[in-house]
């Protein structure tokens, strides 16, 4: 069974880079077919998909947030991260990691359990 | 950029009454579309894929149909453990995924 489990700071500061952590178990990143997601989601809002990473490191990113938005994975340790630079109180939300499968259907069919990041001072 | 519209935004039903919530996208999809169950304080979960297709373990009175640009979600007998909110998620231009706005689903 695929888990998977995010970390990092809930409270970062504006216009400080906010710096989250996927760590996978259950299933090696190496093994490929599958495409690394970040997808947050505003407080009591929808949901926005943020970008994704193969194993390779080949990423693509929302348009919306590209020239902020850095994902990099890290197979050895199993993990992949999301960087988000100049934070504004409009990137608090819960963000999720999640699988997205690699071929038909384009799916997201784990998730982590989400973790909430406030920018606030 | 390809737009996905749910209605209704919320829905109050009874137990036991049968549930619909349609999902519009901006331009033909084909079947490139699921949906998802988030219940409060979780992550969603992946109950329908490719329009239609029961995701392995959901319960079958959960469906889907439709194809193009218009899709609907079903719960044929609606149960107090549904109380979530739904969302459609398209990928028929890919790489970029985009979510509908989602459907509260409460017990009347």
């Known amino acids: 069974q695929v888990q998977l489990q995010e970390s990092g700071p809930g409270l970062v500061k504006p216009s400080q880079t906010l710096s989250l952590t996927c760590t996978v178990s259950?299933?090696?990143?190496?093994?490929?077919?599958?495409?690394w997601s970040w997808i947050r989601q505003h407080p009591g809002k929808g949901l926005e998909w943020i970008g994704y990473?193969?194993?390779?490191?080949?990423?693509y990113y929302n348009p919306s947030l590209k020239s902020r938005v850095t994902i990099s994975v890290d197979t050895s340790k199993n993990q992949f991260s999301l960087k988000l630079s100049s934070v504004t109180a409009a990137d608090t939300a819960v963000y999720y990691c999640?699988?997205?499968?690699?071929?038909?259907?384009?799916?997201?069919?784990?998730w982590g359990q989400g973790t909430l990041v406030t920018v606030s001072s | 950029d390809i737009q996905m519209t749910q209605s209704p935004s919320s829905l109050s039903a009874s137990v036991g009454d049968r549930v619909t919530i349609t999902c519009q996208a901006s331009q033909d999809i084909s079947n490139y579309l699921n949906w998802y169950q988030q219940k409060p304080g979780k992550a969603p979960k992946l109950l329908i894929y490719d329009a239609s297709n029961l995701e392995t373990g959901v319960p079958s009175r959960f469906s889907g149909s439709g194809s193009g640009t218009d899709f609907t979600f079903t719960i044929s007998s609606l149960q107090p453990e549904d109380i979530a909110t739904y969302y459609c998620q398209q990928y028929d231009n890919l790489p970029m995924y985009t979510f509908g706005q989602g459907t509260k689903l409460e017990i009347k």
């Open positions: 990473i193969y194993y390779s490191g080949s990423t």
């Open positions: 259950g299933g090696s990143i190496s093994s490929g077919g599958y495409y």
């Open positions: 999640a699988r997205a499968l690699g071929g038909r259907p384009r799916a997201f069919d784990y």
